[in-house]
């Protein structure tokens, strides 16, 4: 199965594609995350990329397409994948269709999750990842602090640097300027699947796999 996960920041993109990854054995690719390990490695596209992702911007298309392409040719994602943060750009989606051509990908869904601009603000501020395995959670619905362990592995609860509300308040300008309009590339192909993404994590996630399991027996 190979999905692309889409929607606007903190919409439960990361949530989701996890939850998929472990219930259908694909990996889970997200740009967000290579980005912020490069970043932890301080390697120099790390450091790059840290700036501008702390501004709330994107980064530029080339460098992200030639991850995406590589990563997407790669033997581990041969089998399918859920691919999480890319396309955000319209020239990132017309490569990401070359890339599929070139990799003969002919079948794919595009899950699109939506939830208003107050909920996300809501969302990222309450915002805990784990530092060692990036787990996510929530303050509001997980009952956990920055100084609680990971439920999971124990592992510190940090705060993403881009989280800060200015910072997501530039994240949703680009995305409707620059994102949104990404989606009709995909309605025109007829590969969408609309998830309302307001309900809680367990409704969303049973709803995706009642619409991925209809696909499957179309
Ligand atoms: P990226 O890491 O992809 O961030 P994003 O798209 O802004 O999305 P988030 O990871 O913030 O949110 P999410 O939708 O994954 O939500 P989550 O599941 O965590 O990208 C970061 C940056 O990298 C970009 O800004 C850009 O600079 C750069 N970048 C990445 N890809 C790029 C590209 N292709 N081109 C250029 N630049 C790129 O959930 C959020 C919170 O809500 C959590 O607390 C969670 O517990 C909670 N939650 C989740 N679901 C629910 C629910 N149903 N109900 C209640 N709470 C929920
Ligand atoms: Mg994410």
């Known amino acids: 199965m190979r999905l692309i996960i889409f929607g606007p920041p903190g919409v439960g993109k990361g949530t989701q594609a996890k939850l998929l990854s472990e219930e259908r054995s694909i990996p ?12 932890a490695g301080g390697t120099s596209l790390g450091k790059k990329a840290k700036a501008i992702m702390d501004a709330g911007q994107l980064v530029p298309d080339d460098v992200m397409i030639g991850i995406v392409r590589e990563v997407l040719a ?25 890339i599929f051509r070139d990799l003969g990908i ?15 603000i809501r969302r990222l ?43 997501v308040r530039k994240r949703l300008q680009v995305y409707h300027a620059q994102t949104e309009p990404v989606i009709g590339f995909y309605r025109a192909a007829g ?17 995706i796999r009642v619409l991925l399991n209809d696909l499957q027996a179309r």
């Open 106 to 120: 002919t079948s794919y869904w595009v899950l699109n999750l939506e939830v208003d601009d107050e909920e996300i």
């Open 28 to 39: 889970h690719i997200s740009t967000g995350d290579m980005l912020r390990s490069a970043a």
């Open 74 to 98: 790669s033997p581990r994602a041969a089998a399918g994948f859920v691919l999480d943060g890319f396309p955000r750009t319209s020239d990132q989606a017309r490569a990401l269709a070359g």
């Open 125 to 167: 501020g309450a915002r805990l990842v784990c530092r060692k395995e990036g787990r996510i959670f929530n303050s509001e619905t997980d009952g956990l602090t920055l100084t609680s362990q990971c439920p999971e592995c124990g592992g510190e609860l940090i705060q993403r640097d881009d989280d800060k509300p200015d910072t």
């Open 191 to 207: 590969v969408v699947v609309d998830v309302d993404g307001t309900n809680s994590i367990d409704v969303v996630r049973r709803e």
